[in-house]
């Protein structure tokens, strides 16, 4: 008899008639023999409501009663749902974080898990009990409640399935799977039956927002299959989230992200240590760098480029401007309204041509590239906005067809 | 330096202005010198929303997830409230039930605390925080969550001042301390300076709804002074719950409850255990007696009349027609729509002709009374319930004045 992990995010979540839907997943799975433990998120808006009642108190709220706050919409609904399941005739528990324990580090708002004890969890799995867990909360060893972070439910899930050693965690969510590029966008998409993490990592911090990366980063590390599914289709078969690729694709996704702007030091001294000086700088100001590339210049300067969120830029700006002396630069320049579109596959590595195959589509298409940088696995070029959703296309169509 | 637990209700921590009110009251007594614990409810209908909510997932809900939902109510006061007095510059944190812990029995929806540990309250007050306690909440010894049934957070407050040996227990409420009757229905009430945890006991089992009874319990057997104030009246003085009545009033109030019925058994066999055994049916059957009256007929029957709420009749005469033969009387008799008016003071038991003085008062007014109970602080009668606000009036003229 093998243990199940499913998590039910907030909309699947949100009214009485969807937990319905999540019930009959839940005894389906049951039914077949399988000890289930439930992960679920916060009901519907609830967590967004709890944050702008905060904002109403304060700008800066204290971050440790931030999670006293928001941890409760996760537990109203893992008692709803044992009320429901109780309700058809299932044994059902809810427990909370701290009941657990999942034991985290004391960040709050963003805290890491350090250890999950099992024992309560198998308890109760043994008295034939489905066990409803609050998703995206734990505890800190001084009994502080934590929270994960937007999308924590995901880690929550995963997590549980790797301490419990479960078969397989199930993610369900309002797709049905992982899709080699974003529906609205391209209308030729196509549903991916399996995908490998590393593969999942990079669609996920691209954009492709199906799962939150740190769950994505425990599967790997436990080897946890993941099954990404639709809580509102019977029968979904969803993506494969697993440790290899069985497809024979070349890649398995295009991706697009928005809102970037691209800033270039010129003539920055070059001098050991100045590139490190530049980015410890930026990372005290919680400024979060996404692509960097350098160029050298003359011999005694160089260029460095490097792309921010465009709501960080202003800031970005300051600081820089505020520490030019320090830093040793010339000028800087900015531009905005910039898209990264990338390519991501485990086939990049070993099959020649991706990268002029992707290069050609856009320049079909007579798209330009601001910037170009590589991976092992991923190909991203910075290209103006306004052309981003035309250079998405063009660069699926060239890989997956019409 | 002394401690000072502050409660506020759920109407005193309705909204963001309200508590503005709250942490007014609370930075006042902290700026004396004061270590200051505070004690929340849920916001204002939060605790009737969820409740309403489960309502529709299920009619008889699993009581220990009742518990997970309702509680949530609290803690979203207390982080809610930690924030607007961080907000304020003030050092606060909350503390939910468990973390403190304050440990219950399991009886789900209605537990007891067993005992509330105080080192970490009593860390958090010795490092200058304001500490907010989620009221009605507790946990059993095996980690679930317990709430103590509506007004529970009264009881919170209450022993928390106990267990920490405070100065006193401030209860704010929307009314501004106890009164000699209810305003709605006499104009000329008198606001009591002082009342005894006795008669404040009979007081609010009466129909004066100010404090939830185990909270006077409590109060009585630790012997904290508990003060019963407004949140909204700057300065309010309030009443003072103590071990002795310091005025020199003969009745401290006349209480009113409505919806009571009379049952009368005629002809119960008058033997040993009978009475016994007729109780123990009706509590078995979980319906709860309040006045009994017995009169004895003629030498081998009795007569016996005593009241239950009006939503328990039909129920209560079931029970009694199914076990009338065990029982062993000859009929059942009951009359509907009545109330119990009474009059309450440490006064009665030594002052001769109080209930003369109650009798006459009805008499003149030619109010007709169907039962007298009498106790040493305490005299009932039952009314018709369209006589009982003129029966009030007519008994609080009598004892205060116009």
């Known amino acids: 008899m093998g243990i199940i992990v499913q998590k039910f995010g907030g909309s699947s979540v949100a009214n009485l008639e969807k937990l319905g839907y999540v019930a009959e997943h839940i005894i389906t799975e049951k039914k077949k023999g399988n000890k289930i433990v439930v992960v679920v998120s916060a009901q519907g808006k609830t967590t967004d409501k709890l944050i702008s009642e905060e904002a109403e108190i304060t700008d800066s709220p204290n971050e440790r009663e931030h999670d006293v706050l928001v941890s409760t919409g996760e537990q109203i609904t893992t008692a709803k749902l044992a009320m429901l399941l109780n309700e058809k005739k299932q044994k059902a528990l809810s427990l909370a974080g701290w009941q657990i324990p999942i034991i985290t580090n004391s960040e709050f708002t963003n805290s890491r898990i350090r250890y999950i004890h099992n024992e309560t969890i198998e308890e109760y799995l043994n008295s034939g009990n489905i066990v409803i867990v609050a998703g995206f909360q734990g505890v800190d060893e001084s009994g502080n409640i934590t929270t994960f972070g937007r999308g924590g439910s995901d880690t929550t899930a995963v997590a549980i399935a790797a301490s419990l050693k479960a078969e397989r965690c199930d993610i369900f969510t309002d797709v049905d799977g992982v899709y080699t590029s974003d529906p609205r966008i391209v209308n030729t998409v196509k ?49 494969l ?12 996704g295009v991706t697009k992200d928005d809102y970037i702007s691209r800033i270039t030091l010129v003539g920055l001294e070059n001098k050991i240590g100045k590139t490190y000086q530049l980015f410890r700088v930026l990372s005290r100001n919680l400024i979060n760098v996404d ?16 792309t921010v969120k465009m709501n960080d830029l202003k800031k970005t700006l300051e600081v820089l401007e505020k520490n030019k002396k320090e830093l ?26 991706v990268a002029a195959d992707m290069f050609e589509a856009l320049y079909e298409n007579n798209i330009n590239m601001h910037m170009i940088s590589t991976s092992e696995i991923k190909i991203s070029v910075l290209v103006n906005s306004n052309q981003a959703d035309l250079a998405v296309n063009s660069i699926h169509k060239k890989f997956f067809g019409e």
Do not use: W
Not at 220 to 238: A, D, H, L, W
Not at 331 to 345: A, Q, R
């Open 191 to 239: 549903k991916l039956k399996t995908i490998s993490y590393d593969e999942m990592l990079e669609m996920s911090s691209m954009g492709a927002k199906v799962l939150h990366n740190r769950c994505v980063e425990i599967g790997k590390k436990y080897n946890v299959p993941i099954y990404v599914k639709s809580t509102f289709e019977k029968n979904s078969i969803g993506t």
């Open 291 to 306: 692509v960097i590339v350098q160029s050298f210049g003359e011999h005694i300067t160089k260029d460095i480029a490097f």
């Open 241 to 252: 989230v697993t440790d290899k690729n069985l497809e024979d694709l070349v890649i398995n």
């Open 328 to 353: 040793g630069f010339q000028d800087v320049l900015h531009s905005e309204n910039l898209s990264k579109v990338s390519i991501i596959g485990v086939g990049i590595a070993n099959k020649p041509g």
